[in-house]
Structure formats: structure tokens, C-alpha cells
């Protein structure tokens, strides 16, 4: 079983790696949500560029 580190030493760590150890369980297979993340669609994907694919939303040095 895997715990945090006491309060005095959470302080130290970011909340990225905070939430990476209280979400650690022995029964998970991955850290992440594999599967939520392989099922995107259109309609779970946010649309970022509202349709727009104009090559300004690149970066310029691409």
C-alpha cells in the first residue's frame, strides 16, 4: 500500500506529484485512465481551433 508523505514534507512536492501517489493503487495496471483517454471522439475532444485549420494557430518555428 502505497501513502503520502506527511503534511510537513507534501509541501515540498507539486500537486502533479501529489495526485500521482494518492492515485498509486496496487490493482490499477497503468497511472492513467488508458482506456477514457483511447475512447476520443469528436464529441469527448474539445475543439480547440473552432474549425479553423489555418496554419497560423502553429507555431512559427514549425
Not at 497503468?30 to 474549425?51: E, H, R
Request: hydrophobic letters at 25%.
Amino acid at each position: 500500500v502505497v501513502t503520502c508523505p506527511p503534511r510537513t514534507q507534501r509541501l515540498v512536492h507539486s500537486e502533479a506529484y501529489l495526485r500521482y501517489i494518492e492515485n498509486l493503487k496496487p490493482d490499477n495496471q497503468f497511472i492513467s485512465d488508458w482506456p477514457k483517454q483511447l475512447k476520443a471522439s469528436m464529441n469527448t475532444v474539445s475543439n480547440t481551433n473552432n474549425g479553423n485549420n489555418s496554419s497560423r494557430t502553429l507555431p512559427s518555428n514549425w
